[in-house]
């Protein structure tokens, strides 16, 4: 079983930034995916960010502003340049024979 902890969520005002970070409870082969996702309220949950090895893909709407990046049993995501439809719940995801989710953590973008 794989146990997700995801810290640095919090509040921002707009232009800001923050990053966010998720710890694995064990090491993550490297050909495995991490990624993050997002959810508003009122809203579907939805891909952010993935790495997957080297390979990265990013949300149109987060490109050129969020950078995600991992070690071996990290991921992390940089953001910047925060607007206030970034403000979702922000949670980690590691896919390897099963998907495994985080607890999630609350990123709010507010004037």
């Known amino acids: 079983q794989v146990q997700l902890v995801e810290s640095g969520g919090g509040l921002v005002q707009p232009g800001g930034s923050l990053n966010l970070s998720c710890v694995a409870s064990v090491n993550i082969f490297s050909p495995y995916t991490m990624a993050w996702y997002r959810q508003a309220p009122g809203k579907q949950r939805e891909l952010v960010a993935s790495?997957?090895?080297?390979r990265t893909l990013y949300a149109d709407s987060v490109s050129g502003r969020f950078t995600i990046s991992r070690d071996a049993n990290t991921v992390y995501l940089q953001m910047k340049n925060l607007k206030l439809e970034d403000t979702a719940v922000y949670y980690c995801?590691?896919?390897?024979?099963?998907?495994?989710w985080g607890q999630g953590t609350q990123v709010t973008v507010s004037s």
């Open positions: 790495i997957t090895g080297g």
């Open positions: 995801n590691v896919q390897t024979r099963v998907v495994w």
